[in-house]
């Protein structure tokens, strides 16, 4: 008759406790870990995203190229042509997508592409000089020069119609859609007088 041994039985216990403690902790660490890495991952891809975003707002541009006056009458320039290329190392920038504010004499007034504005509103148009692969309205090569013209004449209604006048100074600001903003400074000449174009 074997006799019994009551230390050994509970010893077994113990250590059949203690295993069982030691699972739950490991998966506890286990799921700990899926968790942090989950979020470690969302945590890239979000700053991932947000520098791309950044970094558009920075380099997709657009840069002035030229700009000129033209319809010049008695009450000053009606014409304003702002020819324009995309920043070096910009994006493809689709100009229908831009929107411009004009700041001049007469105020501050916010302009649409033609095609996105309404008739009623204020808009300005947009066309292609020099453009080898037909892209228009989309600046994708260095080398495209388009031209966005605001009409300041009689032939649009509404607050955006004063001609530029002799002197007069205008702050105009695109912004991509991006969201990346081009500062231009348009300054007429002191005299308008003889003259059907000028730089401005």
Avoid: C
């Amino acid at each position: 008759m074997e006799a019994n041994h009551p230390e050994t039985d509970d010893r077994g216990q113990v250590g059949i406790g203690t295993l069982i403690v030691f699972i739950a902790m490991v998966l506890v660490a286990a799921i700990a870990a899926g968790v942090l890495i989950n979020t470690a991952g969302f945590l890239q891809s979000q700053s991932e995203q947000t520098g791309e975003e950044s970094t558009s707002q920075v380099t997709d541009r657009i840069q002035a190229v030229a700009i000129t006056g033209d319809d010049i009458t008695g009450s000053g320039i009606e014409t304003v042509n702002v020819t324009v290329s995309k920043s070096p190392g910009a994006q493809d920038i689709n100009l229908e997508n831009v929107t411009a504010q004009w700041v001049g004499p007469q105020g501050t007034f916010n302009i649409l592409e033609e095609s996105a504005a309404g008739s009623s509103e204020s808009n300005f148009t947009t066309s292609a000089f020099k453009d080898a692969d037909t892209s228009y309205p989309v600046l994708n090569d260095p080398d495209d020069r388009f031209i966005i013209r605001f009409d300041l004449g009689s032939d649009y209604s509404g607050e955006f119609s004063e001609p530029l006048g002799e002197g007069e100074e205008v702050e105009l600001r695109l912004t991509t859609q991006q969201g990346s903003t081009s500062v231009i400074r348009i300054s007429a000449p002191q005299s308008l007088s003889g003259v059907s174009a000028v730089a401005l």
